[in-house]
């Protein structure tokens, strides 16, 4: 995909930003908001946003996954910001995403249960009463991002009309909140239990399968930054290590493995630009084409954290190499947002249904 110059000028700024700040993400996300703001591209200018779209947020993406950059920016500017803006409250929206736009206010969205399906008819809470004033949220939601820090609890639940959004007050009785141990310590997950806790309901509706798309979308462009920079790493690897006399990039066999994955990240790429704009067009099959990007983000991913493990030898299974960081965030992302495999079969019943 060809990039106009503001969305070059845009990845430009992330990424010089994130090279000179890449030991400290503790300062990162709120640079990233401040200066280019980057929690605000995929929300409308009337809620405080810079409405860009699905692309820009891509662009961002791609880089943080460059960099295996722990931020909000899944989380809160994207899953919870999506939400928001799927139950169709216009108070809600103009209440809550300035603040997530601006950085200075995350929110995590609660959804799915220990099984991790993420699934658009499924979700880990309900709402007990028919009667907005009077309802009471119940359940725990697992493989909440951001969900142990955020301000703002969002929570899909399922009630007598159907699956809605509620906002609660997570310094409220009855709220649990508990940070959980990932393999990617660069991904913040927490369970989060709710035990007839009052909430706010934001709109009348809430299409949870628009938000899963687009999730996955930005997903997607993380995956492939990351592929994309394990793949550079180790070409780089290759150019210096030397094995009988030597240096390894020199035989034939691992010019080939590279060349391969050159080529299947190339394709997952494009794959994900292209879900990417679908989203940016309101496409009608922009369902499919976020299931491909992340089915096949999700193996370009994994086959690149594997290939630099094994071309690196024994420095890359090492503490101090960075190739095990790329192999925990690889092995993470295949399940979130659901599994690859759950991907792969909502393409196949969708071409088996037409």
């Known amino acids: ?39 605000g ?14 692309v820009e947020t891509h662009i ?11 931020t909000s920016m899944l989380g809160s500017a994207v899953l919870a910001a999506h939400a928001v803006l799927a139950a169709g409250d216009d ?29 658009p008819a499924g979700v880990a809470c309900r709402v007990s009463a028919e009667t907005p004033a009077a309802a009471a949220i119940t359940g725990e939601a697992h493989y909440v991002l951001d969900g142990a820090e955020a301000d703002v609890l969002l929570v899909a639940a399922a009630g007598p009309d159907g699956i809605g959004l509620w906002q609660v007050d997570p ?21 989060v239990a709710f035990d007839a806790v009052p909430g706010r309901r934001l709109g009348q509706r809430l299409d949870l399968a628009q938000v899963r798309d687009l999730a996955c979308v930005a997903l997607s462009a993380e995956q492939v930054g990351a592929a994309r920079q394990a793949l550079d790493l180790t070409v780089a690897y290759t150019q ?14 691992l010019q080939h493995r590279l060349a391969d994955l050159h080529v299947l990240i190339a394709s997952a790429r494009s794959l994900s630009y292209a ?33 630099m493990i094994q071309m690196h030898g024994a420095i890359g299974i090492t503490w101090e190499h960075d190739a095990h960081r790329y ?7 295949s399940q979130l947002l659901g599994s690859p495999a759950a991907h792969v079969a909502r393409i196949a019943a969708a071409l088996l249904d037409g």
Request: aromatic content about 4%.
């Open 41 to 54: 591209l995929a929300i409308p200018q009337r809620y405080g946003g810079s409405g860009a779209g699905p």
């Open 1 to 39: 995909m060809e990039l106009t110059p503001d969305q070059r000028a845009l990845r430009d700024a992330v990424r010089g930003l994130l090279t000179r700040h890449q030991d400290d993400d503790s300062v990162v996300w709120g640079r990233l908001c401040r200066e280019i703001g980057v929690a």
């Open 275 to 307: 879900a990417a704009e679908a989203a940016a067009d309101g496409a009608p099959d922009v369902g499919l084409r976020a299931a491909a990007a992340r089915a096949s983000c999700c193996e370009a991913l994994s086959r690149a954290a594997a290939e």
């Open 91 to 119: 108070e809600a929206a103009r209440r809550l995403l300035p603040g997530l736009a601006a950085g200075t206010t995350t929110a995590a969205l609660a959804w799915t249960g220990p099984a991790g399906a993420w699934d």
């Open 240 to 253: 210096v290590r030397e094995q009988f006399g030597r240096v390894i990039g020199s035989f034939q066999g």
């Open 327 to 333: 192999f925990k965030r690889a092995h993470g992302d």
């Open 171 to 191: 310094a409220q009785p009855g709220v649990r909140r508990a940070a959980v141990t990932t393999m990617d310590q660069t991904r913040r997950l927490a369970t």
């Open 60 to 70: 961002v993406m791609e880089e943080l996954g460059r960099h295996l950059t722990a």
